[in-house]
């Protein structure tokens, strides 16, 4: 049942997530993705969901621009 419950979870565009609060306790949180793909290939569609860290300190800009650097 649970399987079948993550599942719809997943086809729906959640994501669950165990945390650790601070007793030590693991739950599962779910999030909802900041983008999603779908590309198809062949008789294959892959999803790809797409999560932001919204605390970050850095910019998608500030990221790409590392990359760019590092690549040099």
């Known amino acids: 049942m649970q399987e079948a419950e993550q ?3 997943t086809e729906m565009g959640l994501e669950t997530d165990m945390v650790t609060d601070t007793m030590g306790t693991k ?6 993705p ?9 008789n294959t569609t892959y ?7 919204h605390d ?6 500030d990221k790409i621009k590392r990359l760019i650097l590092a690549g040099q």
């Open 7 to 9: 599942n719809k979870d």
């Open 27 to 32: 739950s599962p949180v779910e999030q909802i």
């Open 34 to 42: 900041d983008g999603k793909i779908e590309r198809k290939i062949g």
């Open 47 to 53: 999803v790809v969901n797409v999560f932001f860290n």
């Open 56 to 61: 970050s300190g850095f910019t998608a800009e």
